[in-house]
T-cell receptor
Framework: NAGVMQNPRHLVRRRGQEARLRCSPM?????VYWYRQLPEEGLKFMVY????????ESGMPKERFSAEFPKEGPSILRIQQVVRGDSAAYFC????????????FGPGTRLTVL | AQKITQTQPGMFVQEKEAVTLDCTYD???????LFWYKQPSSGEMIFLIY??????QNATEGRYSLNFQKARKSANLVISASQLGDSAMYFC????????????????FGQGTILTVHP
């Protein structure tokens, strides 16, 4: 039973480029959460999605960031026109349902903006 | 106000000794869950243990136990018989319910505690 998959594991972008981060939840999990970890800090919630629906995007920056979780395929976190401050580790987590007592994390994508 | 507070930026413990990592939380929601995760230097987030607000007993998972004191709003992680491989960053996190004015499911994390196990 594969865990949460994220790719790429490392992503380097120049300022102004787009970054697309992908997350495949665990089998049987339909709830996906994205978190960002800045250097030397804890994880901060960004967005919570179910298939084809954004449930809570209260942690998403208002501009340049978007997320989707289509009916088929992985969840995508998209960052347009990246800036140096976007450099961070981006983690995806999944759960069977929001009340479940486990939320499993993927290995993360480390984004570096040059 | 901080919802999750981990007051120990760093902790040291001798191999085979027990160590307690502190976590206090703040919520007005009667239904919530508390999680502990381990983040080794490789960066992944490893789920360790969960405690629900209505659970009568403290959670245990192998060498990990959660000292849950509801009235004090604390959820300390106890690691028994520390091993060198326990050296890592440890995060406490809370999941609130709809009564907390937020969506069910998302986790709020503390700042973390770096644990170093000495041989």
């Amino acid at each position: 039973n594969a865990g949460v998959m994220q790719n790429p594991r490392h992503l380097v972008r120049r300022r102004g480029q787009e970054a697309r981060l992908r997350c495949s939840p665990m089998k049987g999990h339909s709830h996906v959460y994205w978190y960002r970890q800045l250097p030397e800090e804890g994880l901060k919630f960004m967005v919570y999605l179910q298939k084809e629906n954004i449930i809570d995007e209260s942690g998403m920056p208002k501009e340049r960031f978007s997320a989707e979780f289509p009916k088929e395929g992985p969840s995508i976190l998209r960052i347009q026109q990246v800036v140096r401050g976007d450099s961070a580790a981006y983690f995806c987590a999944s759960s069977r349902d929001p009340t479940y007592n486990e939320q499993f994390f993927g290995p993360g994508t480390r984004l570096t903006v040059l | 106000a901080q919802k999750i507070t981990q007051t120990q930026p760093g902790m040291f413990v001798q191999e085979k000794e027990a160590v307690t990592l502190d976590c206090t939380y703040d919520t007005s929601d009667p239904s919530y869950g508390l999680f502990w995760y381990k983040q080794p230097s490789s960066g992944e987030m490893i789920f360790l243990i969960y405690q629900g607000s209505y659970d009568q007993q403290n959670a245990t998972e192998g060498r990990y136990s959660l000292n849950f004191q509801k009235a004090r709003k604390s959820a300390n992680l106890v690691i028994s018989a520390s091993q060198l491989g326990d050296s890592a960053m440890y995060f406490c996190a809370m999941r609130e319910g709809p009564g907390g004015g937020t969506s069910y499911g998302k986790l709020t994390f503390g700042q973390g505690t770096i644990l170093t196990v000495h041989p």
